[in-house]
């Protein structure tokens, strides 16, 4: 079964409807203790960095999310969800996140892009992905968000896309730990795959 963290900040019934369709076993809690015993986790995520890591250190998501990656565990963020796993964030002030993909989280800026990028772009894979098995590279996926991540080590990027001016991180792989910044929930065949790639890896 996937756990499907809820800290106040996510779009969790679109993930547990996603999960309900590719018929995985899922289920949405806010007690991080149910937790354990749970070998995938999503960590989903909508709004602002600060927020949202404030909620996940006042409900002891932030500790037993690091202990569920320390023993193995496979754990998925998605759109925020993948932000907060870095080491900080410049998203109205300084914030620190969760550390456990050590980068940080930068704020796009372009005179010729609107910004927040909003609507479908293309993945490129950078390299053999278990989150893209059975997805064509270049494949669009939906994107909301005005911040992107950016790794210490390019190991960890399993794919970029290409907006503002710039190839950003759009996907993590590493040691369990997977993220992307698009909805998979919301990209259509794609999407499902990606969330069905997890659930099974």
């Known amino acids: 079964m996937v756990f499907i963290a809820d800290y106040g900040a996510g779009n969790l019934r679109s993930v547990l409807k996603a999960f309900d369709y590719l018929g995985v076993r899922a289920t949405v809690s806010s007690d991080p203790g149910k937790l354990a015993g749970h070998s995938k986790v999503i960590l989903p995520g909508v709004g602002a960095f600060g927020h949202a890591i404030e909620s996940l250190n006042a409900s002891g998501f932030t500790d037993a999310i ?21 080491t900080d964030s410049e998203e109205m002030g300084a914030y620190k996140g969760m550390n456990l993909v050590p980068g940080r989280v930068r704020h796009f800026r372009s005179e010729t892009d609107k910004i927040p990028q ?20 270049h494949s669009f996926f939906y994107f909301v ?45 794609a999407g499902l795959q990606v969330l069905k790639n997890f659930a099974g890896c």
């Open 66 to 86: 690091s202990e569920h990656v320390d023993k193995g565990g496979h754990l998925l963020g998605i759109c925020l969800g993948m932000q907060l796993l870095l």
């Open 145 to 189: 968000h005005s911040y992107y991540c950016e790794p210490e080590s390019q190991d960890a990027v399993s794919a970029t896309t290409w907006f503002a001016g710039k190839n950003f991180c759009s996907a993590i792989e590493k040691n369990g730990i997977f993220a992307v910044q698009f909805h998979p929930e919301k990209s259509s065949d």
């Open 118 to 137: 909003i609507g479908w772009n293309s993945v490129d894979l950078q390299k053999e992905s278990v989150l893209f098995r059975g997805i064509a590279d």
